[in-house]
C-alpha cells in the first residue's frame, strides 16, 4: 500500500464471495463514495459467471465520473489467485442455496417450531453451520497459506460459527465478524430520543453504547447521547408505548419481511433491564420457543415477521434481473451511503481513521469476563493503525447470562460436530436449544434433526453419507 496526502492506494482486496448480488454491491457503492482509499478488488466465486458480472458493474462504476472512489475490479479464478499478497479479504458467501434453506427454516414446522430467519441460532441455523463450517475451513486454510497477514472481514451467517471456524484453522488469523444489527438499535435510539427530548439531526454513531453479547443476541448495558443517559429516556419510552412500539419514519413493519415494530425489545427491557440491540426477528430466535416464536399469530402480534424461503427466492429472481441490467447498462448503481461501517475499518486499519466500533472476535482478552475465552463474542473494539484493540465491556447479568450460555454451549457442540461428522451431537444441540426445549419428544427431535442433516447432504462431507 502506498500512503500520500492522506490517502491510501494500491489496496488488495480479495471478496470471496465476489458474485454476491447484494454485500458485493454494497461494499461497491461505499467504496466509490469515498476518495481516501483505491487498489484493486479480486473477486471469487465459485459461481465465476456472478463474479465476472460484478467485475464489469464494478468497473462502470469506476469509470463514471461522480466516482471518487477508484477501484479496479478482476475475477479470480481460485482462493489462491485472489488471496495472495492481498491487504484484506472479505468473506460473503450463501451457504448453499435457498433450496437448503427451505428445508432449514420449514422442516421444523411441523413440531411446531418456527423461525424468523434460520441463520444464526434454532435448528436453521445449527444446519446451515454444518453446510457452512466445512466451506470456511478451506478458506481458513486458504488464508493460513496464501494471506497470513491479510485483515479478514466476515460477513457470513452463522456470524460466530464462521469466525470460530477461522480460528480453530488459523489461530494466528486476523479475522474479525462484521454485523450492523447494533447499529439498527442505534437509530432506534437516535429516533427516540429526536421524539422524546425534542432534539433534531442527531447522527447515529453520536449514540454511544456499551456492546455486550454474541452476535444477533446483543445487549447495551450503557447507551448516552451527549451526556444524556438515555436509559430512563428509553424506560419512559418503552412504557409510554408499549402496545404499538416504536416505528422508524421511513419504515412499515406490516409491509415489510426484516422490519418490526420493536415490541419484543420494548418487551426484553421490561423483563431483563438492558436494552436488547438486535431486530427482533433475531432475537427471538435466542428464546424460548412458546414465548415470542410459539406460532404465526404470535409472530404478528409483537410485530415482527416470519422471513419465508419463498420471499427469498422471489428476491433472488429480482437480484438477478437487477444484475443483468446493471451489466447491459439500462440501469445505473445508485452512490447511496449504506450506512455499514466496513470501509470505515478498512480506513482504520490502514491509519487514515481511529473508529469505536461492535466486533465479533475471540473472547480471549475475556472481554465478557463471564463467558467461556473460545467463545465468539460481540463487543465494541477500537480500531487504528494495523490494530484491533477489544474494549472491556463487562460481565453479563446473570439473568441474560442464562440466555445466552444455551448458545455458546451449542457453538462448541456444532463446530465439533462439523469437524468430525457426528450426528449425535448435533442432537445433542437439538436438544439444548431453547427454540426446541419442550415442543416434542427426544425421538421426534432425533427424527427432524436426521431429516434436516439429509436434505442437506450434497452440500457435506461424504463423512455425514
Not at 485472489?82 to 460473503?92: N, R
Not at 419510552?237 to 422508524?248: D, I, L, M, Q, T
Amino acid at each position: 500500500m502506498k500512503y500520500e496526502n492522506n490517502k491510501v492506494t494500491d489496496i488488495t482486496i480479495a471478496y470471496i464471495g465476489g458474485g454476491s448480488r447484494g454485500w458485493a454491491w454494497t461494499f461497491m457503492t461505499d467504496l466509490s463514495m469515498d476518495s481516501s482509499i483505491s487498489g484493486t478488488i479480486r473477486l471469487y466465486d465459485i459461481d465465476e459467471a456472478a463474479a465476472k458480472s460484478n467485475e464489469i458493474i464494478g468497473n462502470k462504476l469506476t469509470e463514471r465520473e461522480d466516482t471518487v472512489g477508484k477501484w479496479n475490479y478482476v475475477t479470480s479464478g481460485s482462493l489462491e489467485e485472489a488471496l495472495t499478497g492481498c491487504d484484506f479479504a472479505v468473506i460473503s458467501i450463501l451457504p448453499g442455496t435457498f433450496e437448503e434453506m427451505d428445508s432449514d427454516v420449514h422442516l421444523p414446522e411441523r413440531l411446531g417450531i418456527y423461525q424468523s430467519v434460520g441463520d444464526t441460532a434454532g435448528p436453521g441455523g445449527a444446519i446451515r453451520a454444518l453446510r457452512t463450517i466445512p466451506m470456511f475451513v478451506t478458506i481458513g486454510e486458504a488464508i493460513k497459506q496464501y494471506a497470513p497477514k491479510a485483515w479478514v472481514i466476515n460477513y457470513t451467517n452463522p456470524m460466530s460459527l464462521c469466525v470460530k471456524t477461522l480460528y480453530h484453522v488459523f489461530p494466528e488469523i486476523r479475522a474479525f465478524g462484521c454485523c450492523h444489527e447494533v447499529f439498527g438499535t442505534q437509530k432506534v435510539l437516535k429516533g427516540i430520543c429526536q421524539e422524546s427530548l425534542g432534539l433534531e439531526h442527531i447522527d447515529r454513531d453520536h449514540i454511544h453504547v456499551n456492546v455486550l453479547g454474541i452476535n444477533h443476541f446483543t445487549w447495551f448495558d450503557q447507551a448516552s447521547y451527549k451526556g444524556i443517559d438515555l436509559f430512563p429516556v428509553y424506560h419512559d419510552y418503552v412504557n409510554s408505548h408499549y402496545e404499538e412500539g416504536y416505528n422508524e419514519p421511513d419504515k412499515n413493519w406490516a409491509n415489510s419481511t426484516f422490519d418490526c415494530a420493536h415490541r419484543l425489545k420494548f418487551d426484553l427491557f421490561r423483563r431483563y433491564g438492558l436494552i436488547a440491540a438486535a431486530g427482533d426477528r433475531h432475537l427471538a430466535e435466542f428464546m424460548p420457543g412458546d414465548e415470542y416464536l410459539k406460532d404465526p399469530d404470535t409472530v404478528k402480534s409483537w410485530k415482527f415477521g416470519l422471513t419465508t424461503v419463498n420471499w427469498r427466492k422471489e428476491d433472488l429472481q429480482n437480484r438477478l434481473e437487477k444484475s443483468r441490467k446493471l451489466v447491459s447498462g439500462e440501469i445505473e448503481v445508485e452512490q447511496k451511503p449504506s450506512g455499514e461501517e466496513g470501509i470505515l475499518l478498512i480506513k482504520s486499519l490502514c491509519g487514515l481513521e481511529r473508529t469505536v466500533s461492535n466486533v465479533n472476535i475471540p473472547n480471549i482478552f475475556l472481554q465478557i469476563p463471564n463467558l467461556p475465552a473460545e467463545a465468539i463474542v460481540e463487543t465494541n473494539a477500537v480500531f487504528s493503525k494495523d490494530s484491533i484493540k477489544p474494549v472491556a465491556a463487562g460481565a453479563i447479568p446473570e439473568n441474560i447470562l442464562e440466555l445466552i450460555l444455551p448458545h455458546t454451549e451449542n457453538h462448541e457442540l456444532i463446530l465439533k460436530a462439523a469437524l468430525t461428522c457426528d450426528r449425535t451431537l448435533v442432537y445433542e444441540a437439538f436438544l439444548n436449544d431453547p427454540l426446541v426445549k419442550g415442543r416434542a419428544s427426544k425421538e421426534e427431535v432425533i427424527k427432524l434433526a436426521d431429516d434436516m442433516i439429509d436434505a442437506t447432504l450434497s452440500y457435506l462431507p461424504e463423512g455425514w453419507k
